[in-house]
C-alpha cells in the first residue's frame, strides 16, 4: 500500500479568491467528502474536504475574504465580498485544518466518494471528523 497525495486548486465564482491544498491518503482509499446536513452546510450545498492546516494555502484574494461566525465562535466562515461563494473554512470539528469545499474546486478528482455527515447532531458526531486534519 503506498500513499497517494493530490495537488488541489480551486477558488470562488469571480476568481478573486483562489487556493492550492495537498490532500494525502493511501492508494486504496477513495477521496472521501462529506455532505453536512446542519442548518448552514445544507443550505449552501458545501461538500467538505477536510486537509491540515500546513497543507493548505491561500494563493490570492485575502482582501477579498469576509469570515462570519456564529455560536461559538470557533468555525471561520471565510465568504468572497464579490460573489458570496464559500469557497473553504475553518471548522470547528478540525481548528486545526481547513475544510475545502470540493464543489469549489477547478478540477473534480477521481474517484470522489461523497458521504453523509449528521451535522444537525453535531455534537454526537464531530469526533468522527477529528483526524481529517493531522497530519501523517
Known sequence: MSEITTQLQ??????????????RRNDD??????ACNCSMCEKLGYLHLIVPAQN?????????LSCYTFNSGVAKHYFCRCCGVKPFYIPRS???????????????????????????NW?????????LSQTQ
Do not use: T, W
Open 29 to 34: 482509499e477513495a477521496l472521501v467528502v462529506h
Open 10 to 23: 480551486g477558488g470562488c465564482h469571480c476568481g478573486a479568491v483562489r487556493f492550492r491544498a495537498l490532500h
Open 94 to 120: 478540525n481548528p486545526d485544518g481547513y475544510s475545502i469545499n470540493a464543489r469549489c474546486l477547478d478540477e473534480q478528482p477521481q474517484g470522489l466518494q461523497v458521504e453523509p455527515f449528521d451535522g444537525q
Open 123 to 131: 455534537e454526537q458526531h464531530a469526533a468522527a471528523l477529528a483526524h
Open 56 to 64: 493548505f494555502e491561500l494563493l490570492s484574494g485575502e482582501e477579498a
